[in-house]
Nanobody, 122 residues
Framework: QVQLVESGGGLVQAGGSLRPSCAAP????????MGWYRRAPGKQRELVAA???????DYADSVKGRFSISRDNAKNTVNLQMNSLEPADTAVYYC????????????????WGQGTQVTVSS
């Protein structure tokens, strides 16, 4: 069973920084996209940031200029540097991997991490 391992969430004051990380197992290869979604209480899930294998990135408008996504293809890891955090950033953050080679063939459907809580106090 494929498991994405997340770490790096936590509690921080407004204006602070956090850097969640996510590692996918080495059994996945040629991963197309890695990134982060979040779900805040009472809100729909939204894409926060994504990173393609070829280096393209995409960000939610609400985090542009504050968050930065990075990826290590050799290690199957993706990080999300979150600066100037705001209370509105409070959510559970979920790592995902989409479009990956596996031992039994290509899988387009995403794998998901277990979620890491990010809480920003005012």
């Amino acid at each position: 069973q494929v498991q994405l391992v997340e770490s790096g969430g936590g509690l921080v004051q407004a204006g602070g920084s956090l850097r969640p990380s996510c590692a996918a197992p080495a059994s996945l290869f040629s991963i197309n996209a890695m990134g982060w979604y979040r779900r805040a209480p009472g809100k729909q899930r939204e894409l926060v940031a994504a990173h393609t294998r070829t280096g393209g990135t995409d960000y939610a408008d609400s985090v542009k200029g504050r968050f930065s996504i990075s990826r290590d293809n050799a290690k199957n890891t993706v990080n999300l540097q979150m600066n100037s955090l705001e209370p509105a950033d409070t959510a559970v953050y979920y790592c995902y991997v989409a479009g990956a080679g596996t031992a039994v063939g290509f899988r387009a459907e995403p794998y998901w991490g277990q979620g890491t809580q990010v809480t920003v106090s005012s």
